[in-house]
């Protein structure tokens, strides 16, 4: 009679209840040189290096842009350190997808079909919301698709509250299969679990700002990494 020898992690998965994922090594997004890896899509804002940072301008008549990767993820865990300006709306796209042209998005939502057209190299996806005194920092808003939060910050107090106006902030969000949770500072925010989209691009947003209130508002990112998981 043969014998089969089981990998130990393996056998503690089952135990668990859960798959086992391997992890690969962290990789960095951003060399803290220059944007090598990276391209702007669907506006005129403009990104630079700064003393390691990346830093995103806005652009009087510019609609929402977004530095993407060239490369697209599935699972993973990324983290990033953000500093927006009070009056500027960003955010960080995950999964997320380049129109290769003029096209017509049909999806199904809350049992209703819709259908949403965009044009071509518009960024659209989920997006990680970054924003000061809105209450949805860290929650999942589906750029130029839905168009609604998918997560409810209702009865999140703590979630709420977890950005820090002014400041550096930090940013943690796991991707796994359907699930997409995010933090913010530590703080437990977006807990979703939505499969429209599994793989894609990440993209740092520089929101479009109105004509009457435009001044060149920014935001800065840094220490952005990455670990796919496998």
């Not at 939502?109 to 997006?127: F, L, N, T, W």
């Not at 109105?210 to 840094?222: A, G, L, T």
Request: hydrophobic content about 40%; proline content about 5%; charged content about 25%.
């Amino acid at each position: 009679m043969s014998k089969t020898t089981v990998p130990l992690p393996l056998i503690f998965g089952f135990l668990l209840g859960v798959c086992p994922c391997v992890a690969a090594d962290w990789l960095e997004l951003f060399n803290g040189k220059n944007l090598d890896g990276w391209s702007i899509h669907s506006g005129t804002a403009t990104y630079t290096v700064e003393n390691g940072v990346i830093v995103g301008t806005a652009v009087l008549g510019s609609p929402n842009t977004f530095l993407c990767t060239n490369k697209e993820y599935g699972d993973f865990i990324l983290e990033f350190e953000v500093k927006v300006d009070t009056e500027l709306n960003s955010g960080v796209q995950i999964r997320s997808q380049i129109a290769p042209e003029d096209m017509v998005l049909r999806f199904v939502h809350e049992g209703k079909p819709m259908e949403r057209k965009i044009p071509k190299d518009r960024v659209y996806g989920y997006q990680v919301e970054i924003a000061a005194n809105t209450g949805n920092a860290g929650n999942i808003y589906d750029e130029a698709r839905r168009a609604v939060f998918l997560d409810d910050f209702t009865n999140k107090p703590a979630a709420q509250k977890a950005f820090r106006d002014g400041e550096w902030n930090r940013y943690r969000v796991e991707a796994r299969g359907d699930s997409i949770k995010t933090w913010v500072n530590g703080i437990p925010c977006a807990d979703i679990r939505d499969s429209m989209t599994l793989k894609g691009i990440i993209g740092l947003q520089v929101h479009s700002v109105p004509k009457e209130k435009f001044k060149p508002y920014q935001v800065r990112w840094r220490n952005l990494r990455i670990r796919e998981l496998r």
